[in-house]
């Protein structure tokens, strides 16, 4: 089978193209990515040369390419990871995050119709359902849970999720859609919590954490999330939404102050800072549905993945230096300078 996987240039893509390389070394993997400031080809450097690995460098906007890419590929599974997704910069430019998370999806789409695919799974997120208040911890997002969003990024991935749901109705494509929690790991852009307490942290850097730190999310290790992707685009219904989430709630100050002791710094680079505008307080998944029909459960626990993904930001400084050396600087001083 040739499986197209776009964004695999990202944190959740490029594990994910590790994972299936590693378990289905007869499948031909193509990758599609426009390596925007969150892409890295160096991350896929292992696998650039593998027979049974492509990369093409060109925009899921871009009609034409898409459709060249699938005229020659003919792909039998797309699986769709690229996105603008972070949050924060969707709050100061919402506009990039309708195109490439609204119109890419229809783009890729269209070209699914155009030359007939056995499956297209679009990687969503437990952010469409909004969020959950504080003192309701016996409340968890379920996929009838309505669509309730917060953020521009959200609302376009909504939008997306939407249209994936349309296309399948409408047009027949057959389409899944899985919506995960928080996953951290390696290769995740320190612009995200748990790289960007790392990073600073070892720089003796100050910590910012918004509001007072008691939002709530639901970390699941990468690796967890790119095995429940996997066993939903081969084995999943089609036309069917699954939630993917490991029941691992943490406040993000809890998660800054366990990095702190880790790496054997003091509690006093936290630094709280003002708040994330329409701050979502609490993500929560119930996973209940991809265990009972899927047999999936996550493998990592929190406690030996964030020992794991703190050894690999050690082992790998050269990787997330040189991103955090760029551009990236300007990003920074913007977010956080006047904060
Ligand atoms: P990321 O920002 O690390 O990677 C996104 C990738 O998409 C990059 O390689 C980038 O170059 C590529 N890309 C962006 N715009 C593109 C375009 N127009 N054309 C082609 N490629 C483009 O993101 P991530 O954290 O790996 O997330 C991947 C997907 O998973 C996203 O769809 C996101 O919404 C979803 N998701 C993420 C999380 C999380 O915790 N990170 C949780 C649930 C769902
Ligand atoms: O500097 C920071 N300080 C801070 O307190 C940053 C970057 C974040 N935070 C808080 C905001 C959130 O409550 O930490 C929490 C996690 O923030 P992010 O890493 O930006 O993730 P989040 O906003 O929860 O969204 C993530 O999960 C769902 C991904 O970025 C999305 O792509 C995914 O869909």
Request: net charge negative; proline share 5%.
């Amino acid at each position: 089978m040739t499986i197209l996987v776009t964004g695999g240039a990202g944190f959740i893509g490029s594990n994910f193209i590790f994972y299936e390389l590693e378990k289905h070394p007869e499948d031909r993997i193509v990758c599609l990515d426009k390596l925007t400031y969150a892409g890295n080809l160096s991350t896929l450097k292992n696998v650039l040369d593998a027979p049974n690995f492509r990369f093409v460098k060109a925009d899921i906007c871009d009609r034409a390419a898409v459709y060249q890419l699938f005229e020659e590929e003919h792909p039998d599974i797309v699986v769709h990871f690229a996105a603008e997704s972070h949050v924060d910069r969707s709050i100061e430019n919402p506009g990039v995050f309708l195109e490439t998370n609204i119109m890419g999806t229809a783009v890729l789409m269209d070209a699914c119709r155009g030359y007939g695919i056995k499956r297209y799974h679009q990687v969503s997120t437990d952010e469409v359902y909004g969020d959950l208040p504080l003192d309701r911890p016996d409340l968890f997002f379920t996929e009838e849970t309505p669509i309730h969003t917060s953020s521009p990024y959200s609302s376009s991935k909504a939008a997306a999720d939407l249209l994936v749901q349309a296309y399948h109705r409408t047009y027949g494509l057959p389409v899944s859609i899985s919506r995960c929690s928080n996953n951290y790991g390696p290769y995740q852009f320190p612009e995200k919590l748990i790289p960007l307490m790392i990073a600073n942290c070892l720089a003796d850097k100050p910590l910012p954490v918004y509001g007072e730190g008691i939002n709530v999310r639901d970390w699941l290790y990468v690796e967890d999330h790119c095995k429940a992707i996997d066993l939903i685009m081969r084995k999943g219904r089609v036309g069917e939404v699954y939630n993917i989430g490991g029941h691992n709630e943490m406040r993000n100050i809890d998660i800054v102050k366990l990095i702190i002791k880790e790496l054997g710094k003091s509690e006093d680079l936290i630094t709280f800072v003002k708040d994330r505008k329409g701050h979502d307080m609490r993500y929560a998944i119930d996973p209940a549905k991809i265990h009972a029909e899927l047999g999936w459960l996550p493998e990592t626990m929190f406690a030996e993945g964030i020992k794991k993904t703190i050894r690999w930001y050690l082992d790998n400084k050269e990787w997330w230096e040189t991103i955090i050396s760029g551009e990236y600087q300007k990003y920074y001083q913007e977010m956080y300078g006047n904060r």
